[in-house]
Structure formats: structure tokens, C-alpha cells
């Protein structure tokens, strides 16, 4: 028994050297907190997920029943996971003792890269109840390969790039997590942004990525947005439903279910629980931060005409021939 704790020992070893070795092979760049970017496969990742998210990719055994939640970080992750929870869990927790009151969404919902494999290559998976749902803002191609492969849903959920580009700079204001760095200012910020480099850009790649999927196998790739859950949220929720195999029975329909899910994961909701209102998520980050104003547009008091004209340019040419288009 000790031998064999030995050599399982020395494998992970072995494997984290392995993975040193290859980050010190790999491009760095400063990211916007000034903490170092990677350059894997054409995406910049954070250098503190590198590890993790290799392991994952490795170890990371889907389930056919798992649903799986992609997005670009402050794309509408919180929400997704609050909707996605609380209608896959409407047999088991009443709205009025959704555990969404007590804990943060982040917690319920936990991400292979900052939670699951952060500190362990061969987390303890199998106990969590059924259907299991994990996140990750991994792009489709770097994906654990048991997620493509498994007959797992991915709900993706995207947003304009302007807003998302805003809510990411006030996110990193708000989470200064090396006291001493001092953070990039909005120009800088909006030039690295436009270059795709951020964590896990190039954001446009990120999406398309997605989209393909999705176009490819609809069954398997459910595509949001999240200016239209903004606009219409009861059909969105209906639609996540159908999709992860727990439709809404007219009974359910006409008790008002879905407006309940829509009030309880609505962002003045969750924004005024005293759980989201103080504690951290993963040690650094404030829960608080997670919801900032939650609207569509806010960049207009953040970007200049010309910026934004200069991303909608690149957007335009990115997403050219795609199909895909933002309403911005
Ligand atoms: P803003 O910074 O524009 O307000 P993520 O969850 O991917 O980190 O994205 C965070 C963004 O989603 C923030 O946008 C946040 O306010 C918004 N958000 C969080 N919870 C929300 C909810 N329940 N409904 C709508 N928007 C929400």
C-alpha cells in the first residue's frame, strides 16, 4: 500500500515538473493587476490556473449527465450558475430554502480552475449528487477532453465585448490581490484588450470557439447571451430547462415556478443577500464584486466613441462570415 502511495506520489511529481517545464518554455506578458499572463495554445491564461488547468485537462473525467457552464470571465458566470442551479435543484430545494440565499453562486457552482484542481490533481468527484454542475472559463479547444467527448451539456453564455471589457477593469479595481501592484490604467488596459490579451482571450476567439461548437451540435452546446437574458429571462430559463432535460411541467408553469427561479437569480436579489454582500470567493476575491450594476450598456460611461468604434471594427472583421453579432 505505501509502495503504491510512493509511486503515485512520484507520478504527480513528475507531472508538476513536467508542467514547469513547460510554462518556462511558453511566452509571458504582463496582464492588467499586473499579475503574469501565459501564452498556451493561443490563449493567454493566468499563470496561477496553468497548472490547474493542465491537471484538468488530464484528469477531469465528465459524466454524461454533468452540465457544464463556459463563459469569458464577466460575461454573466454568477447568473448562469444561479439559473442553472436553482432549475436543476427545484425538486430538492424549495425557493424559500434555495441554499442560493446562504451561499454565493461561485460555491455552488465550483470552477475546475480556481476550485476543483487548484490544489489537487485527483479531486474527490464522485459523491457530489447528480447532476453534477461545474464551471470553467476554458475556450472550447483546451477543454478536458471527456467534456467534448461525454454526452455532457455546456451551457456558454457571452456578452458584448464593451461591457464586458468595463466589467472586467472595475473587477480587477476591485480585487487589487498584490497590495503593492499597481494596476494598468483604462487606455493601456483597452490597447492589451484590443491585442487579446486578457485572461483567457483573445476574447473574440474565446466566443467563436462556442459558437462553432454549438453550430456543430446544438444538442450538446447551448449558446446565451446575456443582453437577451436581460431582455427575456422567463424564456431563457425555460430554455435551459428543455436543454439540460428538466422541462417545466404546465403545473409547475402555471404555479408561477418560473418567475420564482427568475426573482430569486435576479441580480437586485442576489446582490442584497448578506452572503453576497460580505465574504470572499476562493481567499482574495470580494463576493460583493460579482455584481457591480448588471446592465446592458454601461460602457457608454466608460469608453470613448473612438474606443468603442475601434472595437466594434474588430468585432465586425473577428466575427465576419460567423454569423454571430452582438447587440452592443
Ligand atoms: P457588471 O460589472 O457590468 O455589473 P461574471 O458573473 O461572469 O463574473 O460577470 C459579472 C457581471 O455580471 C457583472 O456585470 C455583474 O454585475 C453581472 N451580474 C452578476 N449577477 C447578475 C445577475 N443575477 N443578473 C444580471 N447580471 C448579473
Redesign the pocket.
Known sequence: MEKKKDVNCSSADAEKDDLQELLHTLEQHKSWDSRPLVRYERIWLPVMLFRPILTSQKHFKAEGTDIILT?????????????TFSIANRNVFSIHQSPLLSYN??TLVPFLEYTIYRDQDNPELENIPRPRIFSTHMPFKILPDSIRESECRIIY?C?NPL??F???Y??MLQNKIEKDAIPLELDEVFDMFCQGIQPFGPFWDHMLGYWNAHLKNPQKVLFLK?ED??QDISSHIKKIAEFIGFPFSAEEENQGMIEQISRL???????NLEVNKSGYFIGSIKNS???????VG?WVNHLTPAMAERVKNLTETKFQGSGLVFKM
Open positions: 463563459t469569458m470571465p464577466k460575461s454573466g458566470t454568477t447568473w448562469l450558475k444561479a439559473l453562486p461561485h453564455i456578452r461591457d464586458q468595463v466589467s472586467h472595475h473587477f446575456y437574458l436581460k437569480c435576479s441580480f437586485e436579489n442576489l446582490k464584486s460579482f455584481f457591480r450594476k448588471g446592465e454601461d
